[in-house]
Protein backbone atom coordinates (compact mmCIF):
# COMPACT_ATOMS: atom_id res chain seq x y z
CA UNK A 1 0.00 0.00 0.00
CA UNK A 2 1.10 3.45 -0.87
CA UNK A 3 2.21 4.99 2.58
CA UNK A 4 3.06 8.47 1.21
CA UNK A 5 0.23 11.68 0.64
CA UNK A 6 0.70 15.32 -0.47
CA UNK A 7 -1.87 17.69 1.22
CA UNK A 8 -1.91 21.05 0.27
CA UNK A 9 -4.09 23.71 2.11
CA UNK A 10 -4.67 26.84 0.04
CA UNK A 11 -5.83 30.37 2.29
CA UNK A 12 -6.41 33.37 1.48
CA UNK A 13 -2.96 35.02 2.55
CA UNK A 14 -0.64 31.70 2.36
CA UNK A 15 -0.45 28.23 1.09
CA UNK A 16 0.33 24.90 3.10
CA UNK A 17 2.11 21.99 0.86
CA UNK A 18 2.89 19.00 3.50
CA UNK A 19 3.99 15.66 2.85
CA UNK A 20 2.28 13.19 5.46
CA UNK A 21 1.37 9.32 6.31
CA UNK A 22 -1.46 7.43 6.30
CA UNK A 23 -1.54 7.41 10.21
CA UNK A 24 -1.67 11.60 10.16
CA UNK A 25 2.37 11.88 10.66
CA UNK A 26 3.64 15.63 9.14
CA UNK A 27 7.17 14.35 7.93
CA UNK A 28 7.43 17.70 6.30
CA UNK A 29 5.69 21.33 5.30
CA UNK A 30 6.19 24.21 2.96
CA UNK A 31 4.76 27.11 3.80
CA UNK A 32 4.32 29.96 0.71
CA UNK A 33 2.74 33.59 0.29
CA UNK A 34 -0.38 33.08 -2.04
CA UNK A 35 -0.84 36.81 -2.94
CA UNK A 36 -3.95 37.33 -2.03
CA UNK A 37 -4.96 34.45 -4.23
CA UNK A 38 -4.14 36.92 -7.11
CA UNK A 39 -1.57 35.17 -8.73
CA UNK A 40 -2.94 31.76 -9.78
CA UNK A 41 -0.07 30.63 -12.18
CA UNK A 42 2.63 31.61 -10.17
CA UNK A 43 1.04 29.42 -6.90
CA UNK A 44 0.90 26.18 -9.07
CA UNK A 45 4.55 26.95 -9.75
CA UNK A 46 5.10 27.27 -6.25
CA UNK A 47 3.16 24.03 -5.22
CA UNK A 48 4.46 22.01 -8.12
CA UNK A 49 8.39 23.04 -6.56
CA UNK A 50 7.50 22.36 -3.17
CA UNK A 51 6.18 19.12 -3.78
CA UNK A 52 9.11 18.27 -5.30
CA UNK A 53 11.53 19.66 -2.63
CA UNK A 54 9.38 17.18 -0.04
CA UNK A 55 9.96 14.26 -1.81
CA UNK A 56 13.93 14.86 -2.07
CA UNK A 57 14.07 15.75 1.47
CA UNK A 58 12.04 13.07 2.37
CA UNK A 59 13.67 11.00 0.32
CA UNK A 60 10.18 9.63 -1.38
CA UNK A 61 9.43 8.46 -4.91
CA UNK A 62 6.16 9.80 -6.53
CA UNK A 63 5.63 6.35 -6.74
CA UNK A 64 5.16 5.82 -3.00
CA UNK A 65 2.25 8.93 -3.20
CA UNK A 66 -1.49 7.52 -2.75
CA UNK A 67 -2.53 10.59 -4.28
CA UNK A 68 -3.11 14.67 -3.49
CA UNK A 69 -5.45 16.44 -1.31
CA UNK A 70 -6.42 19.88 -1.58
CA UNK A 71 -8.07 22.00 0.53
CA UNK A 72 -9.65 25.60 -0.41
CA UNK A 73 -11.81 27.84 0.82
CA UNK A 74 -15.06 28.41 -0.90
CA UNK A 75 -17.78 26.24 -2.85
CA UNK A 76 -16.61 23.19 -4.77
CA UNK A 77 -18.63 21.33 -7.49
CA UNK A 78 -18.81 18.10 -6.04
CA UNK A 79 -18.87 15.91 -8.86
CA UNK A 80 -16.18 18.63 -11.44
CA UNK A 81 -14.56 19.57 -8.09
CA UNK A 82 -14.17 23.20 -9.70
CA UNK A 83 -14.44 26.07 -7.62
CA UNK A 84 -17.16 27.66 -8.11
CA UNK A 85 -17.25 31.04 -5.66
CA UNK A 86 -14.47 31.73 -3.14
CA UNK A 87 -14.70 34.96 -1.99
CA UNK A 88 -11.04 34.63 -0.43
CA UNK A 89 -9.32 33.75 -3.71
CA UNK A 90 -11.50 35.02 -6.57
CA UNK A 91 -8.94 34.58 -9.41
CA UNK A 92 -9.73 30.70 -8.75
CA UNK A 93 -13.02 30.16 -9.81
CA UNK A 94 -13.61 28.36 -12.47
CA UNK A 95 -9.53 27.32 -12.67
CA UNK A 96 -9.36 23.86 -13.84
CA UNK A 97 -6.81 22.92 -10.80
CA UNK A 98 -7.00 19.27 -9.95
CA UNK A 99 -6.70 18.60 -13.78
CA UNK A 100 -3.64 21.04 -13.73
CA UNK A 101 -2.79 18.87 -10.80
CA UNK A 102 -3.15 15.74 -12.20
CA UNK A 103 -1.41 16.55 -15.48
CA UNK A 104 1.72 17.27 -13.65
CA UNK A 105 2.10 14.66 -11.09
CA UNK A 106 0.13 11.62 -12.68
CA UNK A 107 -1.46 11.01 -9.45
CA UNK A 108 -5.05 10.68 -7.69
CA UNK A 109 -5.85 14.76 -7.09
CA UNK A 110 -9.14 15.11 -4.45
CA UNK A 111 -10.56 18.70 -3.64
CA UNK A 112 -12.65 20.25 -1.42
CA UNK A 113 -13.85 22.60 0.61
CA UNK A 114 -11.33 23.32 3.77
CA UNK A 115 -14.17 23.40 6.56
CA UNK A 116 -15.27 19.87 4.88
CA UNK A 117 -11.58 18.65 4.50
CA UNK A 118 -10.88 19.59 8.21
CA UNK A 119 -14.38 17.80 8.93
CA UNK A 120 -12.57 14.44 7.56
CA UNK A 121 -9.22 14.94 9.05
CA UNK A 122 -11.05 15.34 12.73
CA UNK A 123 -12.57 12.02 11.34
CA UNK A 124 -9.84 10.21 10.54
CA UNK A 125 -7.19 11.59 13.05
CA UNK A 126 -8.76 13.85 15.85
CA UNK A 127 -11.69 14.14 17.78
CA UNK A 128 -14.11 12.96 15.33
CA UNK A 129 -12.46 9.24 15.37
CA UNK A 130 -14.89 6.41 16.45
CA UNK A 131 -17.98 9.48 15.79
CA UNK A 132 -20.30 8.34 13.44
CA UNK A 133 -22.09 12.34 13.96
CA UNK A 134 -20.08 15.08 14.60
CA UNK A 135 -19.80 18.68 13.39
CA UNK A 136 -16.51 20.75 12.51
CA UNK A 137 -16.71 24.17 13.23
CA UNK A 138 -13.75 26.69 12.10
CA UNK A 139 -14.17 30.18 13.49
CA UNK A 140 -11.87 32.44 12.65
CA UNK A 141 -11.64 35.24 9.90
CA UNK A 142 -15.27 33.25 9.21
CA UNK A 143 -16.79 30.87 9.63
CA UNK A 144 -17.49 27.51 8.15
CA UNK A 145 -18.60 23.85 8.70
CA UNK A 146 -18.58 20.26 8.10
CA UNK A 147 -20.65 17.61 8.75
CA UNK A 148 -20.25 14.68 9.17
CA UNK A 149 -23.33 11.99 9.47
CA UNK A 150 -23.94 7.76 9.73
CA UNK A 151 -19.99 8.09 9.19
CA UNK A 152 -19.84 10.18 5.97
CA UNK A 153 -19.31 13.67 5.06
CA UNK A 154 -22.27 15.49 3.79
CA UNK A 155 -21.88 17.75 0.95
CA UNK A 156 -25.47 18.21 -0.47
CA UNK A 157 -26.71 18.70 -4.06
CA UNK A 158 -24.44 21.58 -5.05
CA UNK A 159 -21.35 21.20 -2.73
CA UNK A 160 -22.98 23.55 -0.07
CA UNK A 161 -23.59 21.59 3.12
CA UNK A 162 -22.57 22.96 5.80
CA UNK A 163 -22.28 26.64 4.98
CA UNK A 164 -22.97 27.44 8.73
CA UNK A 165 -22.01 30.65 8.86
CA UNK A 166 -24.36 32.04 7.34
CA UNK A 167 -27.41 31.00 9.13
CA UNK A 168 -29.74 34.09 10.03
CA UNK A 169 -29.62 34.74 13.80
CA UNK A 170 -30.87 38.37 13.42
CA UNK A 171 -33.25 39.62 10.91
CA UNK A 172 -32.23 42.82 9.31
CA UNK A 173 -28.96 42.44 11.66
CA UNK A 174 -25.26 43.42 10.89
CA UNK A 175 -24.07 43.33 7.31
CA UNK A 176 -21.99 40.42 6.04
CA UNK A 177 -19.54 40.10 3.40
CA UNK A 178 -21.45 37.62 1.49
CA UNK A 179 -24.47 40.32 0.79
CA UNK A 180 -27.31 38.96 3.22
CA UNK A 181 -27.73 40.61 6.72
CA UNK A 182 -27.89 38.65 10.16
CA UNK A 183 -25.37 35.91 9.38
CA UNK A 184 -23.80 33.76 12.31
CA UNK A 185 -20.48 35.16 10.62
CA UNK A 186 -21.67 38.45 10.95
CA UNK A 187 -21.36 38.33 15.18
CA UNK A 188 -19.25 35.60 15.83
CA UNK A 189 -16.25 35.57 13.55
CA UNK A 190 -12.53 37.27 13.82
CA UNK A 191 -13.81 39.97 11.92
CA UNK A 192 -16.69 40.07 13.38
CA UNK A 193 -15.29 40.48 16.83
CA UNK A 194 -12.72 43.36 15.73
CA UNK A 195 -16.06 45.14 14.09
CA UNK A 196 -17.43 44.77 17.53
CA UNK A 197 -15.04 46.90 18.97
CA UNK A 198 -14.99 49.28 16.29
CA UNK A 199 -18.58 50.25 16.85
CA UNK A 200 -18.27 50.32 20.50
CA UNK A 201 -15.04 52.75 20.55
CA UNK A 202 -16.91 54.98 17.45
CA UNK A 203 -20.15 54.74 20.39
CA UNK A 204 -17.54 56.82 22.77
CA UNK A 205 -16.37 53.51 24.83
CA UNK A 206 -13.30 54.14 26.59
CA UNK A 207 -10.36 51.87 26.18
CA UNK A 208 -6.91 52.19 26.99
CA UNK A 209 -5.49 49.47 25.10
CA UNK A 210 -6.87 50.64 21.52
CA UNK A 211 -6.91 54.71 22.54
CA UNK A 212 -3.63 54.41 19.86
CA UNK A 213 -4.66 52.46 17.44
CA UNK A 214 -6.51 53.04 13.98
CA UNK A 215 -9.39 51.53 13.44
CA UNK A 216 -8.47 50.36 10.72
CA UNK A 217 -5.89 48.48 12.18
CA UNK A 218 -7.76 46.50 14.46
CA UNK A 219 -8.46 42.62 13.81
CA UNK A 220 -9.74 39.71 15.78
CA UNK A 221 -5.92 38.59 17.14
CA UNK A 222 -5.71 42.33 18.61
CA UNK A 223 -8.51 41.72 20.22
CA UNK A 224 -8.00 38.28 21.55
CA UNK A 225 -4.98 40.19 22.98
CA UNK A 226 -6.48 42.93 24.63
CA UNK A 227 -8.84 40.42 26.69
CA UNK A 228 -5.79 39.04 27.90
CA UNK A 229 -4.87 41.90 29.78
CA UNK A 230 -8.35 42.37 30.83
CA UNK A 231 -9.44 45.35 28.25
CA UNK A 232 -13.27 45.85 29.48
CA UNK A 233 -14.10 46.67 25.29
CA UNK A 234 -12.27 43.52 24.00
CA UNK A 235 -13.64 41.13 26.96
CA UNK A 236 -17.27 42.41 25.63
CA UNK A 237 -16.65 41.93 22.13
CA UNK A 238 -15.49 39.00 22.97
CA UNK A 239 -18.71 37.58 24.87
CA UNK A 240 -21.07 38.94 22.58
CA UNK A 241 -19.50 36.78 19.46
CA UNK A 242 -19.55 34.35 21.74
CA UNK A 243 -23.69 34.17 22.87
CA UNK A 244 -24.46 34.12 19.39
CA UNK A 245 -22.07 31.47 18.64
CA UNK A 246 -23.56 29.86 21.61
CA UNK A 247 -26.95 30.34 19.84
CA UNK A 248 -26.24 28.89 16.74
CA UNK A 249 -24.74 26.11 18.01
CA UNK A 250 -27.68 25.28 20.09
CA UNK A 251 -29.62 25.87 16.19
CA UNK A 252 -27.43 23.44 15.15
CA UNK A 253 -27.67 20.40 18.06
CA UNK A 254 -31.29 20.87 17.84
CA UNK A 255 -31.29 20.17 13.98
CA UNK A 256 -28.79 17.61 13.70
CA UNK A 257 -28.24 15.85 17.40
CA UNK A 258 -24.78 15.47 16.76
CA UNK A 259 -22.69 13.48 19.18
CA UNK A 260 -19.84 15.78 19.25
CA UNK A 261 -19.64 19.44 18.14
CA UNK A 262 -15.41 20.21 17.22
CA UNK A 263 -14.62 23.41 16.83
CA UNK A 264 -11.42 25.20 15.67
CA UNK A 265 -10.03 28.40 13.91
CA UNK A 266 -8.03 30.91 15.52
CA UNK A 267 -10.95 32.18 17.50
CA UNK A 268 -10.22 29.12 19.22
CA UNK A 269 -6.58 29.79 20.16
CA UNK A 270 -7.87 31.58 23.02
CA UNK A 271 -11.12 31.43 24.90
CA UNK A 272 -10.51 33.56 27.12
CA UNK A 273 -13.83 35.36 28.24
CA UNK A 274 -15.31 33.38 25.05
CA UNK A 275 -16.09 29.81 26.05
CA UNK A 276 -18.06 29.83 29.22
CA UNK A 277 -20.67 32.58 27.99
CA UNK A 278 -20.93 30.30 24.69
CA UNK A 279 -21.64 27.64 26.80
CA UNK A 280 -23.83 29.45 28.66
CA UNK A 281 -25.88 30.39 25.32
CA UNK A 282 -25.84 26.88 24.30
CA UNK A 283 -27.39 25.65 27.37
CA UNK A 284 -29.96 28.17 27.42
CA UNK A 285 -31.02 27.65 23.95
CA UNK A 286 -30.44 24.14 23.09
CA UNK A 287 -32.94 21.25 23.62
CA UNK A 288 -31.45 19.75 26.71
CA UNK A 289 -32.08 15.80 25.43
CA UNK A 290 -30.00 16.23 22.15
CA UNK A 291 -27.61 18.83 24.30
CA UNK A 292 -27.41 15.77 26.85
CA UNK A 293 -25.46 13.63 24.20
CA UNK A 294 -23.38 16.23 22.64
CA UNK A 295 -19.75 17.19 23.97
CA UNK A 296 -18.37 20.37 22.84
CA UNK A 297 -14.98 20.58 22.16
CA UNK A 298 -11.95 22.55 21.12
CA UNK A 299 -9.71 20.53 18.06
CA UNK A 300 -6.60 18.84 19.16
CA UNK A 301 -5.15 19.16 15.73
CA UNK A 302 -5.08 22.78 16.03
CA UNK A 303 -2.82 24.44 13.51
CA UNK A 304 -2.38 21.40 11.57
CA UNK A 305 -5.80 20.82 10.58
CA UNK A 306 -5.79 22.33 7.22
CA UNK A 307 -2.56 19.84 6.62
CA UNK A 308 -4.10 17.05 7.70
CA UNK A 309 -8.09 17.59 6.50
CA UNK A 310 -6.49 17.53 3.09
CA UNK A 311 -4.33 14.66 3.26
CA UNK A 312 -7.69 12.82 4.69
CA UNK A 313 -9.75 13.71 1.11
CA UNK A 314 -7.10 10.58 0.13
CA UNK A 315 -7.90 8.38 2.34
CA UNK A 316 -12.00 9.12 2.01
CA UNK A 317 -11.42 8.70 -1.72
CA UNK A 318 -9.88 5.41 -1.39
CA UNK A 319 -12.28 3.43 1.32
Same mark, same amino acid.
Given at each position: ???????????????????????????????????????????? =???????????? =?????????????????????????????? *??? *?????? *???????????? *???? =?????????????????????????????????????????????? /?????????????????????????????????????????????????????????????????? @? =???????????????????????????????????????? /???????????????????????????????????????????????????? @???
Amino acid at each position: MKQGIIGIDIGGTKISVSLGTRKGKILAKKVFSSGNGKRVKDSI =ERIESSVSSLLS =ECRFKKQQLAGIGVAVPGVIHPHSQVIQKS *PNL *PSWEGF *PLRSVLMRRFKL *PVII =ENDANAAALGEQYFGSGRSVRDFLYLTVSTGIGGGIVANGALIRGE /GGMAGEVGHMTLVKNGLRCHCGKRGCLEAYSSGTAIAGHVKRALKAGAKSNYFKNIKLSKITGQLV @S =EAARVRDTVAIQARRLAADYLGMGLANLINLLNPKRIILG /GGVMENVDHFWQPMMKAVRQEAWPMALRSCRIMRSKLRKNVGDLGAMALILD @SQK
